[in-house]
């Protein structure tokens, strides 16, 4: 049909396997699937569902129905996007959610029709003792560092390609280490050859995290050009080995990276014009990069903690499940 069926249909299994073990489990944790089986678990079996969402995907739905080139991709867009409609009934039937900031927060309440007060926010954590600088490691010149984690409109990848065109003119040395795949036929690939860029950009593809690790402590500048983030793991990996981080303004970004010119250098998402001057900006002022990269990183020891989210997210089961109690 073109639907994306996989959160209906893996809801459904969830609610048979669960069926088939009465009495085992007081509560369930839906990480992001939000489908009819859900309501069942919940109807049927009398568990209390805990909903877990990084951010709304009608934001996904929007930005490729936005960027759709012809009619009928916007049309497969729809279809595809179609369980979108399944999730916000889903949700409504939900008691209490987590996510990861408070722009997901605030999208998830918009978009899903549900209470604002149904929805808590539990910042990711990050292991900063493994993400950490690398003082061993020289940052290259003219290297950028970014995470292609999808090849799609919402991740700002092609703005960003467009920026390293606008920079080489001055910075003939510039060139773009990209964390993820080159797939043939994708965006990606199409605007690599559109600006002749595919001798300045390397794939990194299935590498490991110290190799991660190192990649970014060798990095003039990292970049996270997305049009909008429920949160970024890959915005708080640079920030915690001290990158200093360009990051665009789209959604938590902010939360995230922090203020222009103190943790982050931020740019309004999908401005190639002003991702190129920030990186210019970046290679031109090592020490003010230098000092910008220490203290994202502690901001990331403040404020994101592994121990930190897996405490609130154990406070929010006990809440649902005294909730539950008193109303069954």
């Given at each position: 049909?073109?639907?994306?069926?996989?959160?209906?249909a893996f809801s459904?299994?969830?609610?048979?396997?669960?069926?088939?073990?009465?009495?085992e489990f007081d509560l369930v944790i839906d990480n992001g699937c939000l489908g009819?089986?859900?309501?069942?678990?919940?109807?049927?079996?009398?568990?209390?569902?805990?909903?877990?969402?990084?951010?709304?995907?009608t934001v996904d739905r929007q930005l490729e129905l936005d960027n759709a080139r012809t009619m009928l991709e916007r049309l497969g867009k729809r279809r595809?996007?179609?369980?979108?409609?399944?999730?916000?009934?889903v949700c409504q039937q939900i008691r209490r959610f987590v996510t990861v900031s408070e722009s997901s927060q605030r999208d998830i309440s918009t978009d899903h029709k549900v209470h604002i007060d149904k929805v808590h926010v539990v910042p990711i954590g990050i292991d900063t003792d493994f993400f950490a600088p690398q003082p061993h490691i020289d940052r290259v010149p003219g290297r950028i560092v970014s995470t292609a984690s999808a090849d799609v409109p919402l991740k700002g990848q092609r703005f960003l390609l467009e920026a390293l065109s606008k920079v080489r003119p001055e910075y003939p040395?510039?060139?773009?280490?990209?964390?993820?795949?080159n797939r043939e036929g994708s965006t990606t690939s199409a605007t690599l050859d559109e600006l002749s860029l595919?001798?300045?950009?390397?794939?990194?593809?299935?590498?490991?995290?110290?190799?991660?690790v190192e990649l970014l402590a060798s990095a003039s500048v990292a970049v996270v050009p997305s049009l909008y983030e429920g949160f970024s793991i890959p915005a708080i990996e640079a920030l915690s080995c001290g990158a200093p981080l360009i990051a665009t303004t789209g959604g938590a970004l902010p939360e995230v990276a922090g203020p222009h010119l103190e943790t982050c250098l931020a740019v309004p998402p999908g401005d190639s014009d002003a991702l190129a001057e920030q990186i210019k900006f970046a290679f031109e002022n090592p020490d003010i990069s230098s000092r910008i990269g220490a203290a994202g990183r502690e901001r990331v020891i403040e404020k994101w903690s592994w121990r930190e989210s897996a405490l609130t997210t154990a406070d929010h089961c006990r809440a649902l499940l005294a909730d539950w109690q008193q109303e069954s």
């Open positions: 049909t073109g639907n994306f069926s996989e959160p209906l459904i299994r969830a609610y048979k396997a669960l069926a088939d073990r009465p009495g009819y089986g859900d309501v069942a678990i919940q109807r049927k079996l009398g568990l209390p569902v805990l909903g877990v969402i990084q951010h709304p995907i595809w996007y179609a369980f979108t409609r399944m999730q916000t009934r040395d510039a060139h773009l280490e990209l964390v993820g795949r595919s001798d300045v950009v390397n794939f990194n593809h299935g590498i490991s995290y110290q190799a991660l």
